[in-house]
């Protein structure tokens, strides 16, 4: 980087006030069920075991797991179904 201008797209206000201090990673915004297909298909067995950067919460993880359950996307063993195999796909 070197001098320049910064253009911002919001006031100073809300840059002080309104945002955090740092972005909340993606893998706790977005849906994780689509992560959970994506972690079976690449024989990812144990999700909860499963060492990720930032985790989102357990029980994010466990309702995201029930959901896909309720869909047929896993078994009750947990592994993927053919409707969770073509979800992935």
Known sequence: ?????????????????????????????????????????????????FDLLDPPPRRHILHALKHLFILGALSPEGGLTRTGRALVN
């Open 1 to 49: 980087t070197r001098a320049g201008k910064c253009v911002r797209l919001y006031s100073e206000r809300a840059f002080y006030e309104e945002m955090l201090p740092a972005a909340v990673p993606e893998i706790q915004r977005c849906n994780l069920g689509n992560v959970i297909l994506l972690l079976k298909s690449l024989r990812v067995h144990n999700i909860l075991a």
